[in-house]
């Protein structure tokens, strides 16, 4: 019997703690689907996600992460255009400047109240649930 599963990956939402504001790092991806992410992708056989959270980080930012805590596993079927995923979305400070590496054309580093409108993937409800808990100190409440 074959059994298809979802693909694991790790999205990171990367805090610039040597910043006012604590602003966070998104890249601008070069490959479809098009447009603003969190730094992440998929977790390889045999690795960890935590692992994989540090290896995306480095591979797409250029930044070494401390990793603070795990955050939400986001799994809507259609999040991701390209197959069924689900992320395991983690936070974590970084210092010093980002550069676009990898899948990332560019980068932005963004204050929580300017992010860009045209994000991929499920990433702008991940970052408004980030938001809410940023600023309300509660995590959201899951969807069902």
Do not use: C, F
């Given at each position: 019997?074959?059994?298809?599963?979802?693909?694991?990956?790790?999205?990171?939402?990367?805090e610039l703690s040597d910043r006012p504001h604590r602003p966070i790092v998104l890249i601008d991806r070069l490959?479809?689907?098009?447009?603003?992410?969190?730094?992440?992708g998929f977790?390889?056989?045999?690795?960890?996600?935590?692992?994989?959270?540090?290896?995306?980080?480095?591979?797409?930012?250029?930044?070494?992460v401390q990793l603070v805590e795990q955050f939400q596993v986001y799994?809507?079927?259609?999040?991701?255009p390209r197959q069924h995923t689900l992320s395991i979305v983690l936070i974590?400070?970084?210092?010093?400047?980002?550069?676009?590496g990898d899948d990332a054309q560019n980068l932005g580093i963004f204050d929580l109240w300017q992010?860009?409108?045209?994000l991929c993937f499920d990433h702008d409800r991940i970052l408004q649930d980030y938001c809410y808990y940023r600023r309300y100190g509660f995590?959201?409440?899951?969807?069902v």
């Open positions: 019997m074959t059994y298809k599963n979802p693909a694991p990956t790790v999205d990171i939402i990367i490959n479809l689907p098009h447009g603003w992410a969190l730094p992440g977790v390889d056989y045999g690795e960890s996600v935590e692992a994989a959270a540090k290896r995306e980080a480095e591979e797409e930012v250029g930044l070494g799994s809507d079927p259609a999040r991701d974590a400070i970084a210092q010093g400047d980002p550069k676009a992010l860009p409108t045209n995590r959201p409440r899951l969807y």
